[in-house]
């Protein structure tokens, strides 16, 4: 999941701001498939779910992008079907820059959810005052849930979710040598109390949930936590061979 999609002819390609961008065939692929719950209202509905996911997935790796190039270093963005990928050389900046790009993207996105926010209390009332504009109205709210959700479950210290970058920024600030595998181990342990709390929240509706489908979050945070107990014991192969070298 954290690899980027190779290539296809499908691809949609531009540039924005002087960034390369990306799109993935996949991408309009997995948003239809998630937002296909508003084909009961019409299709041009999943149509108009795809269109926010694409402006709020955007405008998240825009902020990443953005904050790499305060840095130094410029980047390009993909959009495939797991979401969006920023990708740049960051690994040679400083590790407080590292975290504020990774926190730069959910930034950003909490940023437009502000302007829609603000568009949805000034605005709105006086463009449709007679609730004439459902298809506005629907926008603005897919809006307000993508960029407020999808923003704060990035920040989940989960590899390889923006939290998760931070996450491993700060184990291995604090402890260079084990600091890896700590941050995997947590990422780990979290995925898989997310993945086993969204199954007994299918069985028992009635317990604290935010708006998030849980089917989709058992296999999400599954994946996830599959993920990172595989890195896990690659990093942990690793050091074993490299410590064995050392005793040499
Ligand atoms: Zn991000």
């Known amino acids: 999941m954290l690899l980027e999609p190779t ?7 531009w540039r924005m ?7 993935h065939p996949t991408f309009w692929l997995f948003g239809a498939i998630l ?15 795809v269109a926010c996911m694409f402006v709020s997935i955007l405008v998240h790796e825009l902020g990443h992008v953005f904050m790499g190039r305060a840095c130094g270093h410029e980047g390009y963005i993909v959009l495939y079907s797991f ?11 400083q590790r407080w820059q590292r975290i504020a790009i990774s926190f730069a993207g959910p930034a950003a996105g909490f940023a437009l959810l502000g302007l829609v926010f603000l568009f949805q209390r000034q605005f709105l009332p006086q463009i449709d005052p007679d609730f004439n504009m459902p298809m506005l109205r629907r926008a603005v709210m897919m809006l307000i849930f993508m960029n407020l959700f999808w923003n704060l479950l ?10 998760g970058q931070i996450m491993r920024e700060i184990c291995t ?3 260079p040598r084990s600091g890896l595998r700590l941050s995997l181990g947590l990422s780990f342990v979290i995925a898989g109390l997310i993945a086993v709390y969204s199954g007994i929240v299918r069985a028992k509706p009635e317990l604290p949930y935010p708006p998030l489908d849980p089917t989709f979050n058992i296999i999400l945070f599954a994946l996830l936590a599959f993920e990172s107990l595989q890195l896990m014991m690659a990093v942990e192969r690793e050091r074993r061979h ?3 070298n050392d005793d040499r």
Do not use: C, E, K, M
Request: hydrophobic share 50%.
């Open 7 to 13: 290539p296809s002819p499908f691809d949609l390609r």
């Open 154 to 163: 990035n920040l989940l210290p989960v590899f390889p979710l923006d939290g």
């Open 17 to 23: 701001f002087g960034i390369p961008v990306r799109v």
């Open 35 to 49: 937002g296909w719950n508003y084909v009961q209202l019409g299709f041009t509905y999943v149509l108009l779910w």
């Open 173 to 175: 600030g604090i402890a």
């Open 83 to 93: 979401g969006g990928l920023a990708i740049g050389n960051w690994h040679h900046t």
């Open 242 to 244: 490299w410590d064995w």
